[in-house]
């Protein structure tokens, strides 16, 4: 029987850690250590093999292909998944793939300790806890041992304001990481647990609509309007809790002034510039990592799940083999695309977590009764199912 490219789960992470660190703005995207360990202990018991990305999509086209296949990934490139992800997958057994960014990687460090060096009393757990994202060095160690596949994350893994229409302004704690980014891009590598990072720009600083860089057609902001917004929130006390609709009366004045007179923006892409911005993107991104890790770069994940059909194409153009289907309309029946489904803790509950994880990988596989839970949930609540 025909093993369907949709039997086989394919997972994602992002930064795994033996806890969440809640000075990062973006904490949420560590799983706990624990719940990870977890999950590889119930693949390894229920005697799952792991496949890159390329024998994922070789094996679907193979009639004989018996067994329980599942690829894990890794995206963003945090400097954890060497530290503990690594470790553990050659524990284990398993292989990872790791989605990069160029412009997050880590240009000042080289190796750093890991589990490894903790289990073989070389470190403390206190010397190993380290946050950020990895460096050159760090990938080819693990690229060249086996268990880790470097594959392409975008290059600058960002946002743009796309409209005037403000939807935040920056204070203590913003996610603040793509407009102080985009204006200084030598420190995104360095920014988790950097304090002087998010003062890069001033409090009060007008945040916009903004999209994915891949999908997004930029618009240039008009900087005296900027610097008229954080004259006016000068004297604002940004100590108190953060509350939009009290700052964005504030500002309502000048916002209208400039608005009426079609003033806030002052320049925009055009579909030639976006165009070829993406092409930039993703083509400069898979020759950096070849020409690091002197290996082939063939699969792409799409930065926050979002793409369109010419972002895809294009990335074909230039040499991926495929592209994650993320938010876009495509389905994972395309011999370019691959679906995947995130595997998270619960109700901080490792019976809770593992009960979840059992039901999201046998629903995919289309196992019983887990897919039959999975078809009448989806069809209650959305009216279909998501794949």
């Given at each position: 029987m025909k093993i369907s490219i949709k039997s086989i789960p394919v997972i994602y992470y992002h930064s795994i850690?033996?806890?969440?660190?809640?000075?990062?703005?973006?904490?949420?995207?560590?799983?706990?250590?624990?719940?990870?360990e977890d999950q590889l202990k119930?693949?390894?018991?229920h005697n799952y093999n792991s496949l890159f990305l390329s024998?994922?999509?070789?094996?679907?086209?193979?009639?004989?292909?018996?067994?329980?296949?599942?690829?894990?990934?890794?995206?963003?490139?945090?400097?954890?998944?060497?530290?503990?992800?690594?470790p553990l997958l050659k524990k284990y057994g398993f292989k990872g793939t790791f989605f990069v960014s160029p412009e997050f990687v880590n240009k000042k460090s080289s190796m750093r300790k890991t589990l490894d060096d903790y289990w073989h009393n070389k470190a403390s757990l206190k010397e190993i806890d380290n946050w950020g994202f990895l460096s050159w060095e760090e990938m080819r160690i693990m690229q060249n041992n086996g268990f880790i596949d470097i594959q392409s994350h975008t290059m600058s893994h960002t946002k743009y304001f796309i409209s005037d229409n403000i939807t935040g302004f920056?204070?203590?704690?913003?996610?603040c990481l793509y407009p102080i980014g985009n204006?200084?891009?030598?420190?995104?590598?360095?920014y988790i647990g950097d304090p002087d990072f998010e003062r890069l720009l001033p409090y009060g600083y007008p945040f916009f609509e903004e999209a994915s860089a891949v999908i997004a057609k930029k618009v240039q902001i008009n900087e005296e309007f900027i610097q008229e917004i954080i004259k006016r929130l000068k004297k604002w006390d940004f100590s108190v809790p953060y509350n939009f609709e009290k700052l964005m009366s504030q500002v309502k004045e000048i916002y209208l002034k400039y608005?009426?007179?079609?003033?806030?923006i002052i320049g925009k892409e055009s579909q030639k510039e976006y165009e070829q911005r993406v092409e930039e993107e993703l083509k400069l991104s898979k020759e950096m990592i070849e020409k690091e890790l002197e290996k082939p770069v063939e699969y792409l994940c799409w930065p926050h799940g979002d793409n369109n059909d010419f972002s895809h194409k294009k990335a074909l153009e230039v040499g991926y083999k495929a592209t994650t289907v993320g938010k876009s309309k495509a389905t994972s029946n395309?011999?370019?695309?691959?679906?995947?489904?995130?595997?998270g803790a619960y109700k901080n509950s490792l019976f809770l977590s593992n009960l979840k994880m059992r039901y999201k990988i046998n629903s995919y596989r289309k196992k019983q009764p887990w897919y039959t839970l999975f078809w009448l949930y989806n069809k209650m609540k959305y009216g279909e199912l998501p794949y």
């Open positions: 850690a033996p806890r969440q660190n809640t000075k990062w703005f973006r904490y949420w995207l560590t799983l706990e250590l624990k719940y990870f119930y693949l390894k018991h024998e994922y999509f070789e094996i679907r086209g193979n009639s004989r292909e018996k067994g329980n296949y599942v690829v894990l990934t890794f995206d963003d490139g945090y400097v954890d998944n060497y530290i503990y992800v690594y920056h204070y203590p704690g913003s996610d204006l200084f891009p030598e420190r995104k590598p360095y608005k009426k007179n079609d003033s806030i395309d011999d370019h695309r691959f679906s995947r489904i995130g595997l």
